[in-house]
């Protein structure tokens, strides 16, 4: 579904479950495009880390590394480093941003596999595809740790 701006719009009424502040069934996330961009570019500059599946948890940037990210940087910069916003929260909040995928320096693989899985979850194709792009461009890049040697 086109919303304004041409940016993809996906509702889901299994959101709700999954995060219960959600109320109601207007809750939307759209793919952030800019956010797409960055992650491209970024890993076309090298700047991708190719990780296990499960590091997200440790490589994921902290509530304190992030509050510190937006008092430098603000919210904007801050989003570029999701790849969905959710509009029913206001856009001045960490609330606005969803699928983290980097550590505010370096795309993740992990972080990308982690967002991929959840969008997948809650049936967010737009953003489940737009992980799964990133992480195709970084394993594309980057070989895995057992090929390097090679």
């Not at 940087?73 to 801050?78: S, W």
Request: aromatic share 10%; proline share 4%; net charge neutral.
């Amino acid at each position: 579904m086109e919303g304004a701006g041409g940016s993809v719009v996906i509702g889901n009424d299994d959101f709700r479950r999954g995060f219960p502040r959600c109320q109601g069934n207007d809750v939307t996330l759209k793919l952030h495009r800019t956010a797409l961009t960055q992650g491209q570019r970024l890993i076309a500059n090298g700047r991708g880390v190719w990780d296990e599946r499960d590091a997200w948890s440790e490589h994921r940037p902290s509530a304190r590394q992030e509050n510190a990210f937006i008092k430098k940087y603000g919210f904007v910069e801050y989003g570029k480093w999701h790849l969905g916003v959710d509009d029913s929260e206001p856009s001045d909040t960490k609330e606005h941003y969803r699928f983290p995928y980097g550590d505010f320096d370096m795309v993740h693989r992990c972080g990308l596999l982690a967002a991929e899985s959840r969008a997948g979850q809650y049936k967010y194709a737009a953003i489940e595809a737009a992980a799964a792009r990133l992480v195709g461009l970084l394993d594309k890049l980057t070989p895995a740790p057992a090929e390097r040697g090679r």
